[in-house]
């Protein structure tokens, strides 16, 4: 089945705490993407990725960082987590920029 | 830059009326166009999406979406609300060149009341 799977789904974590969320796709698709969603904001995209070790900022990169060492895995790290950070994340691919994004279950982050 | 702009953040529509949620666009180069649906705790799914082929588009659903130039707008409609319906739909505007990241709107959520 073609998909895309985040990990953790739920996460409650503490200030200053390293994490990260995996994403994985299994579509073979060049780009891939991670947003945040926040209430009355929309999604908002971090940072994406139009290829192996392709990555850029998106609207709101500050505090996170990602890597793409793999087509298929495209990682999000929080260094430094801070209660802003509080939000739902969602990983997109699609084959190309333009092309529709097929998105993951989301993951829901609570920093204390 | 482009921009999308999604009138009303909340529509309330009776079971059995017509649903339209309204999105404007801004984009100096012909866009890609797309509707997106988030069920309650889901992800977002493709609703349909406009490349160029037909102005007016039909997605899943039985949801429909015209994409008028002139007035720089991409609104979505259903002729007749379901109960399942009621979910956030979120409009987004890409460029066909690829240059830009896909832009999404702040969202609609809709409720469909018995």
């Known amino acids: 089945e073609a998909q895309v799977t985040q990990n953790p789904r739920y996460l409650i974590t503490v200030t200053g705490k390293k994490l990260t969320v995996t994403c994985s796709q299994n579509?073979?698709?060049?780009?891939m993407s991670w947003y945040r969603q926040d209430p009355g904001l929309g999604l908002r995209q971090i940072y994406y990725?139009?290829?192996?070790?392709?990555?850029d900022k998106g609207d709101v990169p500050e505090g996170y960082k990602v890597s793409r060492k793999e087509k298929r895995n495209f990682p999000l790290i929080l260094e430094s987590p801070s209660p802003n950070q509080t939000s739902l994340y969602f990983c997109?691919?699609?084959?190309?920029?333009?092309?529709?994004?097929?998105f993951g279950p989301g993951t829901r982050l609570l920093v204390l | 830059a482009q921009s999308v702009t999604q009138l009303g953040s909340h529509v309330s529509v009776s079971e059995g009326a017509l649903v339209l949620l309204r999105c404007n666009y801004s984009?100096?180069?012909?866009?890609?166009l797309f509707w997106y649906v988030q069920y309650p705790n889901q992800g977002l799914q493709l609703l349909l999406k406009?490349?160029?082929?037909?102005?007016l588009v039909k997605g899943i659903n039985g949801f429909e979406a015209e994409f008028k130039k002139s007035e720089t707008s991409f609104h979505l409609t259903k002729p007749s609300a379901h109960m399942r319906d009621a979910a956030e739909y979120f409009c987004?505007?890409?460029?066909?060149?690829?240059?830009?990241?896909?832009?999404f709107g702040k969202g609609t959520r809709l409720s469909v009341i018995a």
């Open positions: 997109a691919s699609s084959l190309y920029r333009e092309e529709t994004q097929y």
């Open positions: 579509m073979n698709h060049e780009y």
């Open positions: 990725s139009m290829n192996v070790e392709v990555t």
């Open positions: 984009s100096s180069v012909p866009p890609y």
């Open positions: 406009y490349t160029s082929a037909a102005t």
């Open positions: 987004a505007v890409s460029d066909k060149k690829g240059n830009t990241p896909l832009v």
